[in-house]
């Protein structure tokens, strides 16, 4: 049977802004306070995915959440109609408003963690919705993830959906942007490597100074053996804490994976050598391992430039193709790199790149804005139809955003009552197109 690698990216909401809501990561905070454009935003993403859905991949999306969050501002002691506790935050806390208003659920590579069936021993395809604890913005996003999974990949004979872990900062999970499948064939049992950047129950060992260490080793292991994953294909390695603190906040800044490729900087990881002998021992495929050295591309460039949050995927003719943002292009450092790269004799034979700067201005690059899923035929048949990407969704998507999104939102503006109108009617109608019921607490 037919076994592949699909992309679920994150449809951006009506809210996208930039807020400087995410220390630690660069873009996010050196944006602050920039005029967004959430219309654009959300038509980069959807040309980015189809773009993909054309190359013969498989592409669904992930519908975005609820914001302006208002059941959290209830939660914490804002009161009156909808407007007035979007008012009265505004005026007594615009941090916390803020924080309730983000769109940053459209980076759903931040969404889960998803353990193919092939690694799983009840052979099921596994889904943990990750707690993004650290920040309080995107705490906001596990209950409702798991809701649009489940509405997503909803038959239970394939899909096996987990609780996001405990709301604890020992627990800090941040999704697949710190775990990497990598295997000979999609089918094929693979080797799930989770790289986490700190220890949070041994207070001796290794940890960044100045930035966050978003994801726990502790995290990791309990997303493994929720998963049913056999000790023999798991590899727990840590993220250098020195290049957290230049802001690789996430694995996926410094590294991704696909198949029997790994393309991560030199500086990425500690132990290197010891824990990609154990990738190669467990793993039945000869690996590639592809390091950037640092002489070539400084982990500045690669911070600016988002190199490693590029996507690694397999064509339907067997090649790789590097996946890449226009900030690459732009980089020259980084766009010589990706000219010498596809010369060098590994799978990957050609780079692509697309425009996604509305979501690159809050460090969010292309491996950012998807979800893998690896699956077969049958799987994929169990799948909603209706978040699966063709042109007729895209025809009708683009109308929809046309209909529903500004093309410009500032801080100030959103405590708009009409923004939390807005956002609220494409939503729904959102739902109906992609048949998802009812996900949002304002639909319940
Ligand atoms: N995987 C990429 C995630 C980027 C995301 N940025 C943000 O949330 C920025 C939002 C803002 O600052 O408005 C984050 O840091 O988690």
């Known amino acids: 049977m037919k076994h592949f690698e699909a992309n679920f990216d994150g449809l951006v909401g009506p809210t996208h802004n930039y807020a400087g809501l995410s220390f630690g990561n660069v873009a996010s905070f050196s944006n602050a306070e920039s005029v967004s454009n959430p219309k654009a935003a959300a038509k980069q993403g959807l040309r980015k995915a189809k773009a993909l859905a054309d190359l013969g991949m498989t592409q669904g999306l992930l519908a975005p959440q609820e914001r302006p969050d208002v059941h959290t501002l209830r939660r914490i002691g804002f009161s009156g109609t909808d407007a007035e506790v979007l008012q009265k935050a505004a005026q007594d806390a615009p941090a916390l408003l803020q924080a309730c208003c983000s769109a940053s659920s459209m980076w759903t590579a931040n969404a889960a963690t998803v353990s193919p069936s092939a690694d799983t021993r009840d052979g099921k395809i596994h889904f943990t919705p990750a707690n993004l604890?650290?920040?309080?913005?995107?705490?906001?996003?596990?209950?409702?993830?798991?809701?649009?999974?489940?509405?997503?990949?909803?038959?239970?004979?394939?899909?096996?959906?987990?609780?996001?872990?405990?709301?604890?900062?020992?627990?800090?999970?941040?999704?697949?942007?710190?775990?990497?499948?990598?295997?000979?064939?999609?089918?094929?049992?693979?080797?799930?490597?989770?790289?986490?950047?700190?220890?949070?129950?041994?207070?001796?060992?290794?940890?960044?100074?100045?930035?966050?260490?978003?994801?726990?080793?502790?995290?990791?292991?309990?997303?493994?053996?929720?998963?049913?994953?056999?000790?023999?294909?798991?590899?727990?390695?840590?993220?250098?804490?020195?290049?957290?603190?230049q802001g690789v906040f996430h694995n996926d800044v410094i590294a991704v994976g696909n198949q029997n490729v790994l393309f991560y900087h030199e500086q990425a990881f500690l132990e290197t050598d010891t824990k990609f002998a154990e990738i190669q021992a467990k793993i039945n495929a000869e690996m590639h391992f592809i390091e950037v050295p640092t002489h070539k591309v400084s982990i500045?460039?690669?911070?600016?430039?988002?190199?490693?949050?590029?996507?690694?995927?397999?064509?339907?003719?067997?090649?790789?193709?590097?996946?890449?943002?226009?900030?690459?292009?732009?980089?020259?450092?980084?766009?010589?790199?990706?000219?010498?790269?596809?010369?060098?004799?590994?799978?990957?034979?050609?780079?692509?790149?697309?425009?996604?700067?509305?979501?690159?201005?809050?460090?969010?690059?292309?491996?950012?804005l998807r979800l893998r899923v690896a699956m077969n035929e049958i799987e994929k048949a169990a799948v909603n139809q209706n978040t699966l990407l063709d042109d007729a969704l895209f025809t009708r998507l683009n109308q929809w955003v046309d209909k529903h999104y500004r093309d410009r939102l500032t801080a100030k503006e959103l405590a708009d009552p009409q923004l939390l109108i807005e956002s609220r009617t494409a939503l729904d109608e959102l739902t109906q197109i992609m048949h998802l019921g009812s996900v949002y607490q304002f639909q319940r």
Do not use: W
């Not at 690669?302 to 732009?330: D, H, K, R």
């Not at 004799?345 to 969010?364: A, C, E, H, L, R």
């Open 300 to 368: 500045q460039d690669a911070v600016a430039s988002y190199l490693f949050n590029t996507q690694v995927i397999t064509l339907p003719n067997g090649e790789m193709a590097i996946i890449a943002p226009t900030n690459c292009q732009e980089n020259q450092a980084v766009s010589r790199y990706l000219e010498e790269l596809v010369t060098l004799g590994t799978p990957i034979k050609q780079v692509k790149y697309f425009d996604v700067k509305q979501s690159m201005q809050n460090g969010g690059g292309p491996a950012c």
């Open 133 to 245: 604890v650290d920040k309080l913005h995107r705490s906001i996003e596990p209950s409702t993830t798991g809701r649009i999974l489940q509405a997503t990949f909803a038959d239970p004979k394939f899909f096996h959906h987990h609780s996001h872990l405990p709301e604890h900062a020992s627990f800090g999970d941040e999704g697949a942007a710190n775990h990497t499948r990598l295997c000979a064939e999609y089918g094929h049992a693979g080797v799930e490597l989770f790289v986490y950047g700190q220890e949070a129950t041994n207070p001796s060992a290794l940890k960044p100074k100045n930035f966050p260490a978003r994801q726990t080793k502790e995290a990791s292991s309990a997303v493994a053996r929720l998963h049913q994953l056999d000790d023999e294909s798991c590899v727990f390695m840590q993220q250098n804490p020195d290049v957290i603190d």
